[in-house]
């Protein structure tokens, strides 16, 4: 069941300090190729799904990935925000929100630590940063602001945070928010198990 079946329709974004948050749309894709290109590495295991981006990867690829995230977010199947800085010249990362019933998530086999499983869930929330905004703490700041997004602007009521074994950097900074481990998914595609925290 999508986002709008649920009743669950799209926040605009909101502004931060010194960036802001509003949806991805296709006339973004210099800003956002250039800064997917800029964490090649880093999103290689974020993304889980290898070789993204592919050292290739041009702007038209780009391209085709943000027609097709543009369109699942008018359709209300999934929603997927930009963040840039304040003038909108970089791009700083990127917030996804998926479904709880998403097709991600048909074959993943779950282990829970608190009671928590992704059936009980709302919506499940990834997000990046550039690799060059981590020595600054932009990460930290980013999540605890969007964080408060979700509990003052959406109409979600048990979002999880997604990170994966491998992503020490994010899993340290979810976890100096407070955020506990709830519970793990893995899915025959994956690299590495997904951990959600709430």
Known sequence: MS?????????????GDGF????????????????VMS??????HWEQEPPYPPE?????????????????????????????NADET?????I????????????????????TDLMSVDSTIMFWVRVSSWEG???GVLLKA?????????????PVILTNEKLDHQIATIESLGMSRCFDYDRNRDMYTTHAYS
């Open 56 to 84: 290739d990867s041009s702007v038209a690829d780009n391209l085709e990935d943000l027609n097709q995230m543009d369109a699942e977010h008018r359709d209300g199947t999934r929603y997927t925000y930009t963040v840039m």
């Open 146 to 158: 969007v964080l408060g997004w979700l509990r003052e602007d959406w109409s979600v009521e048990r």
């Open 39 to 44: 964490s090649r590495e880093f999103l290689y």
């Open 96 to 115: 996804y929100l998926v479904p709880n019933v998403d097709r991600r998530y048909t074959t993943v086999k779950v282990k829970t630590h608190d009671g």
């Open 137 to 139: 703490g932009f990460e």
């Open 20 to 35: 802001i948050v509003r949806p991805l749309v296709p006339s973004d894709v210099v800003l956002d190729h250039e800064a």
């Open 90 to 94: 970089q791009v700083l990362g990127c």
């Open 3 to 15: 986002f709008r079946k649920q009743g669950i329709e799209p926040a605009d974004g909101f502004t």
